[in-house]
């Protein structure tokens, strides 16, 4: 699924005007009428609504959700924001039908004194501003978003498009901001819903079919995506009935240190079970019991080190050569020894594909920057956001961080990976996808090491850098969201995705 920029979805708007064709005001009351259908089924008639409206479509949005509300036997006032002079031709309109029905239900506020009094139980809508808001939203119209915000603590706010306030593309980080519980968002996502740094403001985001044009939609390029089930689709590769395990490929996975042999049976698991031919762990003296027992489906090779691995980057006389392996995962516990690091550095010299890296792996090329450029191609990178700082420094907002993390990811032609809720995947090419699956209850010990296991299985298994990563990710976090629908977010931990990486695969 494509991210619209505010212009694209002005375009799509004009377009579907255009070319349905459709009048601007049936598109309003088209997007009015999803938001309105969406709290028929939320709320009860009884509950008293007060929608804010502002001057332009947004503030229309909220007048049609007045009538649509009273059609329907509900009772709701819309408050009027007088923060401009001129109106838009559709809320003009709006308001006119709105008056000629139901003249009681207006209420104008021309300064922030004139701010109502609430009720208990009220439901507040707030269609002050959408795509439209430009900058920083100043003066009493601030206040008043901050007036809105002290309701938010007795009753439930529902943002109508964006949280007003939020800008769609920018940063809005220390700017005044709707605080909602629901956002009810027209046909797309935008960028801002993405980044941690509006979690409080979006609250839970529904996105609302309107119909916009889909020629609009299918021909329009984008930097920004949200993987979905149909992408997943269009990427999977079913097993080929004449398949053997050489089929799908050798892996070695390079991982576990004394107190974190866990880390690496986690990541041998999820890569066992996420379709890799043969896995072969390789893992110091210490951790080879543990494999040996945990993960009998692996082969196991030894390190000298009794503590730490020091020698990967070197084949030994019972194992292939590094180059036979299609591919390489490494990071999961390995701690970062300086014997760890020079053999980082000499396996990075040795083997020239794709591999996957990620935790203490990240955190020995963080302490020694120039290894970065010296990782092959394609390689995927899957930092937390604290790996990501101690590889790329800090920024300022969320959107800063995103730039950084696409301009790192082209330059260093590698797909970087930065967890989080809306995990974002930076390719080479430019492009960004945001994973759509996986919940709170991945946020907990080794659930990053079982995704290492996984992508690494992708890889091995042949299919391209690109497809294993948004694969990898969307099946880590679907394999998270039904371990959670079966146990909790509470009592799931990182086994449990695992043990769901079979019904997730069985999803696709
Ligand atoms: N996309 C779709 O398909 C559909 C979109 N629809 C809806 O239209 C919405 C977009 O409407 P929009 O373009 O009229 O802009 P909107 O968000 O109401 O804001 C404009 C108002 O904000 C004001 N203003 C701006 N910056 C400001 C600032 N910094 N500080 C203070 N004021 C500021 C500006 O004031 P002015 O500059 O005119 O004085 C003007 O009054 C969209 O979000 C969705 O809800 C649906 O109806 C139909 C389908
Ligand atoms: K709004």
Not at 21 to 46: G, K, Y
Not at 353 to 368: E, G, T
Not at 417 to 443: E, H, Q, W
Request: hydrophobic share 40%; with cysteine; charged share 15%.
């Amino acid at each position: 699924m494509k991210i619209f920029t505010a212009t694209q979805i002005r375009e799509a708007d004009a377009y579907t005007i255009q070319h349905e064709p459709v009048s601007s005001l049936q598109l309003m009351e088209r997007a009015a009428n999803a938001c309105a259908q969406w709290l028929f089924r939320h709320f009860e008639a009884d509950r008293p609504f007060y929608i804010f409206c502002g001057m332009g479509n947004n503030g229309g949005d909220g007048l049609v959700i007045t009538r649509l509300l009273h059609d329907k036997g509900y009772n709701a006032t819309a408050c009027i924001i007088h923060h401009s002079t001129k109106a838009s031709p559709d809320h003009t309109a709006n308001r006119e039908a709105l008056e000629q029905q139901y003249p009681q239900s207006i209420y104008d506020i021309h300064a922030l004194a004139d701010f109502p009094t609430l009720p208990a139980g009220s439901i507040v809508i707030d269609a002050l501003f959408g795509t439209g808001l430009r900058s920083a939203v100043e003066g009493w119209m601030a206040g008043l978003i901050h007036r809105i915000n002290d309701l938010q603590a007795r009753h439930t706010v529902i943002a109508i498009d964006l949280p007003s306030g939020l800008l769609a593309d920018a940063s809005s980080a220390r700017m005044p901001v709707v605080n909602a519980h629901h956002t009810l968002s027209f046909e797309v996502y935008k960028l801002a819903f993405m980044m941690p740094e509006n979690a409080a403001r979006v609250g839970q985001l529904h996105i609302l079919p309107i119909g916009l044009h889909p020629d609009y939609m299918a021909r329009t390029p984008t930097r920004f995506h949200v993987t979905d089930a149909h992408m997943m689709r269009t990427i999977y590769q079913p097993r080929q009935p004449f398949a053997h395990k050489g089929t799908y490929g050798h892996a070695l996975l390079i991982a576990g240190s004394y107190g974190k042999i866990g880390a690496a049976v986690l990541s041998a698991k999820a890569c066992l079970h996420s379709g890799v031919g043969l896995l072969t762990c390789y893992v110091p003296q210490c951790g080879y019991q543990i494999m040996q027992i945990s993960a009998p489906a692996a082969m196991c090779i030894t390190d000298p080190q009794e503590t730490h691995s020091s020698h990967f980057h070197e084949t030994q006389p019972h194992t292939p050569a590094l180059h036979q392996f299609r591919a390489i995962g490494i990071g999961p516990g390995l701690g970062t020894a300086t014997p760890t690091a020079k053999a980082l550095e000499l396996l990075l010299d040795q083997y020239r594909q794709p591999m996957v890296i990620d935790a203490d792996a990240l955190n020995i090329i963080a302490a020694y920057p120039f290894l970065l450029s010296r990782i092959p191609h394609g390689s995927v990178l899957t930092p937390h956001p604290k790996e990501f700082e101690r590889l790329f420094g800090s920024t300022e907002n969320d959107f800063a961080r995103l730039e950084l993390l696409s301009e790192q990811a082209i330059n260093l032609q590698l797909y970087l990976l930065l967890k989080g809720r809306f995990t974002a995947i930076a390719c080479p090419d430019g492009s960004v996808y945001f994973n759509s699956t996986g919940n709170p209850g991945m946020a907990t010990g080794g659930s990053g090491d079982v995704l290492t296991g996984i992508l690494t299985a992708l890889l091995a298994q042949g299919y391209a850098p690109k497809a294993a990563v948004l694969l990898g990710a969307y099946l880590h976090g679907l394999a998270g969201d039904i371990a959670a629908a079966r146990m909790s977010q509470e009592a799931m931990t990182a086994e449990s995705i695992i043990d769901c990486l079979g019904p997730a695969f069985l999803q696709l």
